[in-house]
């Protein structure tokens, strides 16, 4: 659509990126209200309180944990106001705003995965696919159709796909 109309795409793609990142801040204040996306224990005074329903088993005796939906909000609008900012202030070619804001993104994640303790979900088309919680839903949706192209159907629970797979299974 944006070549359609002879737009220019990276341009197009560096205005994109704040406001992306205003997006991504915004959705992760659902995560608050899921009680989902929280980190280890803590005593920090931000802890945040975890319903014993939501904790991993092995944290369930934990009050309070980093709330990491917090951390990456904040970051989110942090780079966000940097990008604007260096996109008014400084000359960088397109795209490079953007490639900022995913070199950003991608590398904050990586440091707020390292303080996640909560199972994390995948969507509901591979809930039972994925046999680590930190798998992308994408490579265990296309790692899981690979595994089971040509398998029965069974009755079997979403955890017992969690069992290490036997030699004779392809």
Not at 24 to 47: C, D, H, M, S
Not at 83 to 91: A, C, D, K, N, T
């Amino acid at each position: 659509m944006v070549r359609r109309r002879g737009a220019d795409i990276p341009r197009f793609m560096d205005a994109a990126a704040p406001g992306l990142l205003a997006a991504q801040a915004i959705g992760r204040v659902g995560n608050y209200f899921n009680q989902e996306l929280f980190g280890k224990p803590t005593g920090l005074p931000w802890g945040l309180g975890i319903d014993t329903s939501h904790r991993p088993s092995a944290y369930e005796h934990f009050a309070t944990f980093h709330p990491t939906f917090l951390y990456e909000l904040t970051w989110n609008l942090v780079l966000a106001g940097a990008l604007v900012w260096l996109g008014h202030h400084r000359r960088i070619r397109p795209p490079g705003l953007f490639a900022l804001y995913i070199a950003g993104y991608s590398g904050f994640r990586i440091i707020e995965e390292l303080l996640r303790v909560d199972p994390a979900s995948t969507s509901s088309a591979c809930a039972s696919t994925s046999s680590s919680p930190r798998s992308s839903a994408p490579a265990a949706c296309s790692g899981s159709s690979t595994s089971k192209a040509g398998s029965a159907p069974s009755d079997e629970s979403p955890q017992a796909h969690v069992r290490p797979r036997s030699a004779s299974r392809g």
